[in-house]
């Protein structure tokens, strides 16, 4: 099973800082996709990236699939209190069929 | 519509009860899964199933069972159950094809005193 790190574990940061967290492997992502969850709700696909080098934005969100497809990041610009939320990554499992494999998230706390 | 929904949101029981999750997709999908997230935010694969074949995470113990009446539900039955069993499952559901939209239910959280 592919593991799959992210940082920081934890992040709080007022209304309008930027921010990035991260997500890595030791092994080559076939792809990534990046979920947002908030609580009490399960997670909502942000993302799919799958080249290497790509760069993909959702308004405030900018997502970056390494060149060696190895690591991934999202930056957001602005963050506002409706980013707060768990971040997760995940990547196609290899053993059980198309179930994902997670990240442990990385969960922003955005203040007013 | 609720695109995945999961019954009940909360569930709190003794050690030792059996007790089952249920789930509805109705996106026309052919893909179900069970994932257990635990008390640090994990979130780990339990089974999926597409097209009447099961397919199990080798680490869920055999107290847990999965069971579809049609294509349309993926059920969670729970035997005997530990402390260790708390957690909240989250049900999704995805065409099947690799790296396709999981869309998932808003979870049960399980309680188990």
């Known amino acids: 099973t592919q593991l799959l790190e992210q940082s920081p574990q934890f992040l709080s940061i007022q209304e309008g800082e930027n921010l990035t967290v991260y997500c890595n492997s030791s092994s080559v992502f076939s792809s990534l996709q990046w979920y947002r969850q908030e609580p009490g709700e399960g997670p909502v696909l942000l993302v799919t990236v799958v080249t290497g080098g790509e760069v993909k934005k959702l308004k405030r969100l900018t997502f970056q699939f390494g060149d060696a497809r190895k690591d991934s990041s999202l930056h957001i610009t602005a963050a506002q209190p409706g980013d707060t939320g768990l971040y997760l990554c995940?990547?196609?499992?290899?053993?059980?069929?198309?179930?994902?494999?997670f990240g442990k998230g990385t969960s922003l706390l955005v203040t007013p | 519509d609720t695109a995945v929904s999961q019954t009940p949101k909360y569930l709190v029981t003794q050690m030792g009860n059996d007790k089952s999750i249920k789930c509805e997709q109705n996106?026309?999908?052919?893909?179900m899964y069970w994932y257990k997230q635990d008390s640090k935010k994990f979130l780990k694969i339990m089974f999926s199933y597409n097209n009447k074949e099961l397919i199990i995470n080798e680490t869920v113990p055999n107290r847990f069972s999965p069971k579809s009446p049609d294509k349309a539900h993926l059920n969670l039955h729970i035997n005997s159950l530990e402390l260790g069993d708390s957690a909240v499952y989250f049900c999704?559901?995805?065409?099947?094809?690799?790296?396709?939209?999981?869309?998932f239910g808003a979870g049960t959280r399980l309680s188990v005193l």
């Open positions: 999704a559901s995805s065409q099947g094809v690799s790296m396709d939209i999981q869309y």
């Open positions: 995940a990547s196609p499992s290899s053993n059980s069929g198309y179930a994902l494999n």
């Open positions: 996106l026309g999908h052919d893909t």
